[in-house]
């Protein structure tokens, strides 16, 4: 079971970055999905969920700029992330399953991306 992630970088406050994650050795299409991201010096905090019927949760500060996606036919979870905030700046991954924050109940995640957000 693995998942990576990518697309994470450095952008000015109002841009917009979409993170992947692909994942493999596991049935995709039947899991739920779930972003996670962790700021300097803070803990983990979720970010946003998917399951396998395609619904989405999101916590409170991001919705309405993130949009979380998934494309079964290449097994891999995206994060689109508009209008960034210096507080965004973190690093991100992906997680099996949609626990929010019950961190425990998570057993695999990707090795994460960091996000940047300064001008």
């Known amino acids: 079971v693995q998942l990576v992630e990518s697309g994470g970088g450095l952008v000015q406050p109002g841009a917009s970055l979409r993170l992947s994650c692909a994942a493999s050795?596991?049935?995709?299409?039947?899991?739920?999905m779930t972003w996670a991201r962790q700021a300097p010096g803070q803990g983990l905090e979720w970010v946003s969920s998917?399951?396998?019927?395609?619904?989405?949760y999101y916590a409170d500060s991001m919705k309405g700029r993130f949009a979380i996606s998934r494309d079964n036919s290449k097994n891999t979870v995206y994060l689109q992330m508009n209008s960034l905030k210096p507080e965004d700046t973190a690093a991100y991954y992906c997680a099996i399953g949609a626990y929010r924050n019950s961190w425990t109940k998570y057993d695999t995640w990707g090795q994460g991306t960091q996000v940047t957000v300064s001008s």
């Open positions: 050795g596991f049935t995709f299409s039947n899991s739920a």
């Open positions: 998917i399951y396998s019927d395609g619904s989405t």
